[in-house]
């Protein structure tokens, strides 16, 4: 049975013509069901309605392989010095007395919907999360994300699912050096948990929830985990995401341990391949690892934002994409903003490059659309050409802070942000209009994240060596007039139901 026909008309449309993004100006989109029918202008046959967008950006949807699933802890780290001491990591104490879980488990699930609506309020049609293994127990469970792919199916967001499994997590001693603790016997668990969820739930809900093997980070994994991670990869056509190359501890702890670089001994595993998605690819072993990466057809996916607050970065996008290694963005931080990742990186490409010859605006466009895809084997995914998923992001250009409109993509990249996204369609249903996602109050979710952000905090505590008040572990940037933000909760109006905004006149 043919579905009615949806139109969509705006002064720019991005299509696609089997090679690249092209622009139709006064350009339409016609959706058949969850499938994309037409591209261009003019379309001849019957649709049941059109939707005309006015002065606009219809995009294909942006595609984030490391899209925060949490209420974001880094940016407690922001100018607080070593989060050593801030209770991020644990504590030889900590350890010793037993990690427990910092939320309960409908908090675990709350903090995807917060996080999963803010994806699509950006512009995000497609995620894979990432979330902190600092604040739990130990890793991710089953019944877990069993509940959060029906909050990915409820508020229409296509996902890449699993829970995150582990055999290792670092902790600091009394010296306050790092050390690792290891339990396979959970690892092991964790994956087949991870196998469980992808058999009951790849391809659920109409495949909008698709599965994923998750292994924490390179340095917490050992290799008898990561070959049978391999393993089922291969079994299950199953995309691998696993945090490498990040760190200078990390690359000194793989080499220590494994008598190899982390891209070598990655090598040496068979996991280097195109199911493989890496983030971060910071630190790596020069040509070597170059060739590595791009010999084997595994993504990179390069999240610049999150790095540059620490003075880090990709040595240079352009010479890996000239290299042939397919790039892929990720967020890994709040906002949740691929329009200002996409500029952050392109700033910070042209100093490490010395110049803007190597990367263009289009590159880190491309790497939000099309090489998400192809990291995830989708070609009809970050396109809109005839047969592609109706996946679609359209950004409004009226925004006095765009500026003269000279190129819609440019002016996006240069001034715009996520939530100049006005309506996104996911799979053909229209999951936000207007900046409203369906079914979801705001106020009230916002409200929620704060109290939920207050037990993150205080359980820093915990895990912070001596215990210490945790009101002493955050420092505002400006300090505090006075002893009230000594002895009262960090919270702000907007967190706190007795104190709401008031109208008050300029």
């Not at 910071?282 to 996916?301: C, M, Q, Y």
Request: net charge negative; hydrophobic share 40%.
């Amino acid at each position: 049975m043919n579905s009615p026909r949806i139109g969509l008309r705006a002064s720019c449309v991005v299509g696609f013509d089997g090679t690249r993004h092209v622009l139709w100006r006064e350009g339409e989109v016609v959706l058949a069901g969850d499938r994309v029918a037409f591209v261009g202008r003019g379309y001849p046959g019957p649709v049941a309605r059109w939707i005309d967008y006015g002065n606009a950006l219809v995009s294909p949807g942006l595609i984030d392989l490391d899209a925060l699933g949490d209420l974001d802890s880094t940016v407690l780290c922001l100018d607080n010095g070593d989060e050593r001491a801030m209770g991020r990591l644990w504590s030889a104490e900590y350890l010793a007395r037993g990690p427990r879980e910092s939320y309960r488990f409908d908090e675990e699930v709350f903090k995807y919907r917060y996080a999963f609506t803010q994806l699509i309020r950006n512009g995000i049609t497609t995620a894979l999360p990432i979330t902190s293994m600092y604040y739990r127990e130990w890793a991710e469970t089953y019944e877990e994300f069993a509940a959060v792919a029906g909050v990915a199916a409820e508020l229409g967001l296509r996902t890449y699912l699993g829970p995150c499994y582990m055999s290792g997590m670092q902790y600091l001693d009394a010296d306050g050096q790092l050390r690792e603790h290891w339990d396979e016997t959970r690892g092991l668990a964790g994956l087949d948990a991870a196998e469980r969820f992808f058999r009951d739930f790849d391809g659920r809900h109409g495949g909008l929830i698709r599965g994923a093997l998750l292994p924490d980070r390179i340095q917490t994994c050992t290799p008898a985990l990561l070959e049978r991670t391999v393993a089922l990869s291969r079994e299950l056509d199953a995309p691998v995401r696993l945090h490498c190359c990040q760190g200078r501890d990390e690359v000194a702890l793989v080499k220590r341990l494994r008598g190899a670089a982390p891209l070598a001994w990655l090598e040496r595993l068979g996991l280097l391949g195109p199911r493989a998605l890496l983030p971060h690819g910071i630190h790596i072993e020069g040509e070597d690892d170059l060739a590595r990466l791009a010999d084997s057809g595994a993504s990179l996916v390069h999240c610049p934002v999150v790095f540059a607050r620490d003075g880090e970065s990709l040595d240079s996008f352009g010479r890996y994409r000239a290299r042939g290694i397919n790039l892929a963005l990720g967020t890994d931080t709040w906002p949740a903003d691929l329009i200002d990742n996409m500029r952050q990186g392109l700033n910070i490409a042209r100093i490490r490059e010395g110049g803007s010859d190597r990367t263009r605006a289009l590159d880190y466009y491309n790497a939000a659309t099309l090489g998400g895809a192809r990291a995830l084997g989708r070609d009809d995914l970050g396109r809109l050409a005839p047969g592609a998923k109706a996946d679609i992001a359209v950004f409004s250009l009226d925004g006095l802070h765009l500026g003269p409109l000279f190129d819609p993509l440019k002016n996006l990249i240069l001034a715009g942000r996520g939530d100049d996204c006005i309506a996104s369609w996911i799979d053909g249903r229209c999951v936000m209009e207007n900046g409203q996602v369906k079914g979801v109050d705001y106020p009230s979710l916002q409200r929620q994240a704060q109290r939920q952000f207050q037990r993150l905090m205080e359980s820093h505590a915990e895990r912070a060596p001596g215990r210490p008040d945790w009101r002493r572990l955050f420092q505002p940037a400006i300090p505090d007039a006075d002893a009230w933000g000594a002895e009262h909760p960090l919270v702000t109006r907007a967190g706190n139901p007795e104190r709401q905004h008031e109208n008050t006149p300029c």
